[in-house]
């Protein structure tokens, strides 16, 4: 049988080799935090394509945004994979101040095109905002798990990561409400009196 290129059956006994070398457990904080970083670019990339899919042309900037992102997420992965930086020749860049000032920029583009309703959102106003906010979770999710990453390998210079996902969360907010044209659906607590 032809060896597969993917398949190399090291974790069938639920242990797995990070990119700094360690043979760890699946369900440490170091593959929890990796886990998380992959769910994230999945989810986004799947976003991604539902704004090329049903809005391509009026929001192509948003697409090449969120392709941009894809991207940062690899720089991300690296360094959770690794929190100790044992191999540093296996990153390719760090997410730093130029990251976030990048997302913050985007963020205040797509606010000064926003009026936010002055109330909570109840839901999405369309599937396109839907699969945001399900991406923004996952962001949420991301950031939680880095605390747990940064409290069991205190080596890990973890707060730019923190502060990235956390506007990242804040941004694919702004992203899903901007998505909704103004069609936002709002808490009516008289609903459940």
């Known amino acids: 049988m032809k060896r597969s290129q993917v398949t190399t059956k090291h974790g069938d006994l639920g242990s797995t080799t990070t ?13 929890e935090a990796t886990g998380w970083v992959d769910s994230l670019r999945a989810q986004t990339a799947y976003s991604r394509l539902m704004i090329l899919e049903r809005r391509p042309k009026d929001h192509e900037a948003c697409a090449d945004f969120l392709l941009w992102l894809l991207h940062v997420y690899f720089l991300m992965g690296s360094a959770v994979n690794d ?3 044992r ?11 130029a990251h976030l000032e990048r997302l913050e920029t985007e963020q205040q583009r797509l606010e000064a095109a926003l009026q936010l309703p002055n109330a909570f959102i ?4 369309n599937p396109v905002a839907a ?6 979770t996952v962001a949420r999710g991301l950031e939680r798990n880095l605390v747990r990453l940064k409290e069991a390998v205190p080596a890990f210079h973890a707060e730019p990561l923190l502060a990235f996902s956390n506007r990242l969360s804040d941004y694919l907010y702004v992203l899903a409400r901007y998505l909704e044209d103004g069609h936002h659906q709002v808490v009516d ?5």
Do not use: C, W
């Open 87 to 97: 191999q540093p020749q296996y990153r390719k860049g760090e997410v730093g101040a």
């Open 19 to 31: 990119l700094g070398g360690e043979q760890l457990p699946k369900g440490h904080p170091t593959l």
């Open 189 to 193: 607590y008289n609903k459940v009196l």
């Open 122 to 125: 109840v839901s999405a106003s």
């Open 131 to 136: 699969q945001i906010d399900i991406t923004a």
């Open 83 to 85: 929190p100790e930086n």
